[in-house]
């Protein structure tokens, strides 16, 4: 009777497991801007509505936006805390589901919360100053 695995099956079977458990870790660190500021962003149908700058303050503190959906003005809410943001619940009328409110805290810049029926999302950016890319006129997607 023949051995269907050899060692060097053992070896290769190993180094895979050991390959995806270090990606595993690594890739939100590759993905992660070091940055000494960053800046939340509240996007809107493709759009960027606000800018603030994501503070530390030592305490929480809320930042207030409005914004309009089917003609009419709303106010959402933002919490700032250690370094963290989280959206506030959205009026029930144009946002059904608190799923936004319940994605709880985000403080990396590949990390969002998405409000899906009126296509809103806040994010984080690293603050960049121009000395970093000095060769670098154009970003293309």
């Known amino acids: 009777m023949k051995k269907i695995m050899k060692p060097g099956d053992y070896f290769l079977i190993l180094f895979v497991v050991m390959l995806s458990l270090s990606a595993f870790f690594a890739i939100p660190r590759l993905l992660t801007q070091e940055a000494d500021e960053k800046i939340i962003v509240v996007t809107m149908d493709g759009e960027e509505i606000h800018q603030f700058p994501l503070e530390d303050r030592g305490e929480a503190y809320f930042i ?63 603050q960049e100053g121009a000395e970093e890319h000095p060769d670098i006129d154009v970003f293309a997607y």
């Open 64 to 126: 207030d936006f409005p914004f309009t959906y089917g003609g009419r003005e709303y106010t959402g809410r933002l919490e700032v805390e250690d370094g963290a943001v989280r959206l506030h619940r959205l009026p029930e009328e144009i946002v059904p589901l608190s799923i936004h409110a319940d994605m709880g805290w985000i403080n990396e810049t590949y990390q969002m919360i998405i409000s899906l029926p009126i296509r809103m999302y806040i994010s984080l950016e690293a």
